[in-house]
């Protein structure tokens, strides 16, 4: 079974050329990656137009910043996490970069996946989704779809872990609020 996404495997000799500014290595690379770097910037922008204009940074950025790629091998996940971290760029605001560290009633990992099971088994989940800001959507787009731990989240977002947390739980209470009648 052939490799899809970021994992699709491309030749050390394409990847060594792009470094070195070779446009025909740079182009194989596009061609190849460009798909999952515009369909994953899709899920978490929401927006095709914005996902298709950041999928241009990436790249940019990538040719840029690819001499710092030290293992060949780790290109697909390194271009994901580029894609991801230009992204959240792009939403980051500074009245976002700090929330209140108070306590929202002591959430336990178990509470965490809860909520999330529940979410994951509504049949209206992309309208819900649709009703949360940019923020709240990229916190459980890269949790429940991409699969990011809190702690990765938190190192994503630039916040501790708890404030990843307290967002996440934030988001899954509005979501459960406008599935109340």
């Not at 500014?21 to 798909?35: A, N, S």
């Not at 996902?51 to 060949?72: E, G, M, S």
């Not at 580029?82 to 560290?101: D, G, K, M, W, Y």
């Not at 994951?120 to 649709?130: F, K």
Request: glycine share 4%; net charge negative.
């Amino acid at each position: 079974m052939a490799t899809t996404g970021f994992a699709q495997s491309i030749s050390a000799g394409t990847i060594k050329g792009a470094q070195r500014g070779r446009q025909d290595c740079q182009r194989v690379l596009f061609e190849t990656f460009q798909p999952s770097v515009q369909r994953l910037l899709t899920g978490i922008c929401r927006d095709s137009e914005l996902a298709r204009d950041l999928t241009q940074d990436v790249f940019i950025q990538a040719f840029n910043k690819l001499a710092q790629l030290r293992d060949v091998n780790a290109f697909g996940g390194w271009l994901k996490q580029l894609s991801i971290n230009t992204a959240l760029s792009h939403f980051r605001r500074p009245q976002h970069l700090s929330v209140a560290e108070h306590d929202e009633n002591q959430l336990d990992a178990s509470d965490w996946l809860s909520q999330t099971d529940w979410l994951q088994q509504l049949d209206n989940i992309e309208q819900l989704l649709a009703t949360l800001d940019d923020h709240e959507y990229q916190l459980i787009w890269l949790y429940l779809v991409e699969g990011y731990s809190h702690d990765e989240l938190a190192a994503l977002f630039e916040v501790n872990a708890a404030t990843v947390r307290q967002r996440y739980h934030r988001a899954l209470k509005k979501l459960r609020q406008r599935t109340q009648p």
